[in-house]
């Protein structure tokens, strides 16, 4: 992942759920890659349709400047009158959140279950499934 290269996310839908995945770092180098790959499933996010999960379980470190892209995430989907929370961080990602202050942001979740379960019995019922 180089320069502005969208990064994956392996979406995965329970219901009116979008689960996104980063992976890896997000950092100065990618930071913008991330903003895009969010882009279109942000742009659904919005009051009587899609809620979006991030699973942080495979995001190993965040930057400032990938944090700048979550903070501008926050306010889109605010101003949308959409949900959009956290889940599965690794310890190194809960710190810097934390640190940041970002746990005031995003609503954050042990797993991505109680992330579903928080946002939609929908959701949680097809995860189940």
């Known amino acids: 992942m180089t320069g502005a290269a969208e990064m994956a996310l392996q979406p995965r839908r329970f219901a009116n759920c979008v689960v996104l995945s980063p992976g890896g770092r997000v950092d100065h180098q990618n930071a ?33 400047a990938g944090l700048r892209i979550l903070m501008l995430a ?18 190194v990602v809960a710190e810097i959140f934390e640190i940041s202050r970002f746990n005031l942001v995003f609503q954050t979740h042990d797993t991505v279950r109680q992330a579903l379960a928080s946002l939609s019995p929908e959701a ?4 189940g499934s």
């Open 74 to 91: 926050a306010k889109q989907v605010k101003t949308q009158g959409g949900k959009m929370t956290v889940a599965a961080m690794q310890p």
């Open 32 to 64: 913008e890659g991330l903003r895009a790959a969010l882009a279109p499933h942000l742009a659904h996010c919005a009051t009587g349709r899609d809620a979006v999960v991030l699973d942080c379980a495979q995001l190993e470190y965040i930057s400032s």
């Open 124 to 127: 949680l019922a097809a995860f």
